[in-house]
């Protein structure tokens, strides 16, 4: 022990640091397009490059590999037990648009559709696998971005164990990013 800090278990750190909102992810082919829960994801650059990670595990990790395109879709509170139901069951099996009333809506650079009840959604290429064979890591770039401005949407981070918090208050400090106001 050290201080005030009890130790924690290496295998949880993820917990500790929370990747980011818990997405939907959906991709086209075979029978109806894919549709899974993603609770690993990251920005990588400030370019439209992102990363998620998808293992053979996912029905949708063949058709990634396949399609090479998905579409990552940002649910609000609102769709909390949807999205945990859409991952407790397989696109390989189920066909989860049809089970839990999710709306297909054309993309305009990618097969995969978006996610109409969706606050944003993200049409993205595969650009960079290396990574898959180690670490189920695909990088991802944006081709198209659509997301309902003026919702006041409040996304959703699964913290690792079933259970989730949501975004918090927004605290616009965008005066104090004098080394990098280009990204303000």
């Given at each position: 022990?050290?201080?005030?800090f009890?130790?924690?278990?290496?295998?949880l750190?993820?917990r500790?640091?929370?990747?980011?909102?818990?997405l939907?992810?959906?991709?086209?082919g075979?029978?109806?397009?894919?549709?899974?829960?993603?609770?690993?994801?990251?920005?990588?650059?400030h370019?439209?490059t992102?990363a998620v990670v998808?293992g053979p595990?996912d029905?949708?990790?063949?058709?990634?590999?396949?399609?090479?395109?998905?579409?990552?879709?940002?649910?609000g509170l609102?769709?909390?037990?949807?999205?945990?139901?859409?991952?407790?069951c397989?696109?390989?099996?189920?066909?989860?648009?049809?089970?839990?009333?999710?709306t297909?809506?054309p993309?305009?650079?990618?097969q995969?559709?978006?996610i109409?009840?969706?606050?944003a959604?993200i049409?993205?290429?595969?650009v960079?696998?290396?990574?898959?064979e180690?670490?189920?890591?695909w990088?991802?770039?944006a081709?198209?971005?659509?997301?309902?401005?003026?919702?006041?949407?409040?996304e959703?981070?699964?913290?690792?164990?079933?259970?989730f918090?949501?975004?918090?208050?927004?605290?616009?400090?965008?005066?104090?990013?004098?080394?990098?106001p280009?990204?303000?």
């Amino acid at each position: 022990m050290s201080g005030p800090f009890e130790s924690y278990p290496v295998s949880l750190v993820h917990r500790l640091i929370e990747p980011g909102p818990t997405l939907m992810i959906t991709t086209a082919g075979g029978e109806w397009p894919t549709v899974m829960t993603n609770g690993f994801s990251m920005p990588v650059r400030h370019d439209g490059t992102l990363a998620v990670v998808i293992g053979p595990w996912d029905a949708t990790y063949g058709a990634l590999h396949r399609s090479r395109e998905c579409v990552i879709a940002i649910p609000g509170l609102d769709l909390l037990e949807t999205t945990v139901d859409v991952g407790n069951c397989s696109s390989a099996d189920t066909d989860k648009w049809e089970q839990f009333g999710l709306t297909p809506l054309p993309a305009s650079s990618v097969q995969a559709p978006l996610i109409a009840e969706c606050t944003a959604n993200i049409e993205c290429a595969v650009v960079d696998d290396t990574l898959v064979e180690s670490y189920d890591l695909w990088i991802l770039r944006a081709r198209a971005a659509w997301h309902l401005p003026e919702t006041g949407a409040v996304e959703f981070h699964h913290r690792g164990n079933g259970t989730f918090s949501e975004t918090g208050t927004v605290h616009d400090l965008r005066h104090r990013m004098t080394k990098w106001p280009h990204l303000t």
